[in-house]
Nanobody, 117 residues
Framework: QVQLVQSGGGLVQTGESLRLSCTSSGSILGFAAMAWYRQAPGAQRESVASITQAGNRDYADIAKGRFIISKDNTKNRVYLQMNRLKPEDTAVYFC???????????WGQGSQVTVSS
């Protein structure tokens, strides 16, 4: 069973940058897409960004212009570069993958990102 292991995260100040990484135990070429989600305290999990096997990217409004999703097929890794962070970006960030269909069904363990004002 494929596993996603996340790294990165932590405490930063407003305006700073942070990069999250997500490494798959298997080849990411087998995934139709990978994505990043986040969940703030008391809120529902929300989509942040996604990238298809072909490399097509899609961003939620919260991420447009500030976050960049990328992947390295040789390292079986997907990244989320987060720039100009704001306190409202504070959340647990999750990496996700799907092999087929609309539902992301493989999830990473989550990474806490805290942005102080």
């Amino acid at each position: 069973q494929v596993q996603l292991v996340q790294s990165g995260g932590g405490l930063v100040q407003t305006g700073e940058s942070l990069r999250l990484s997500c490494t798959s135990s298997g080849s990411i070429l087998g995934f139709a897409a990978m994505a990043w989600y986040r969940q703030a305290p008391g809120a529902q999990r929300e989509s942040v960004a996604s990238i298809t096997q072909a490399g097509n990217r899609d961003y939620a409004d919260i991420a447009k212009g500030r976050f960049i999703i990328s992947k390295d097929n040789t390292k079986n890794r997907v990244y989320l570069q987060m720039n100009r962070l704001k306190p409202e970006d504070t959340a647990v960030y999750f990496c996700a993958a799907k092999i087929t269909g609309p539902v992301y069904d493989i999830w990473g363990q989550g990474s806490q990102v805290t942005v102080s004002s």
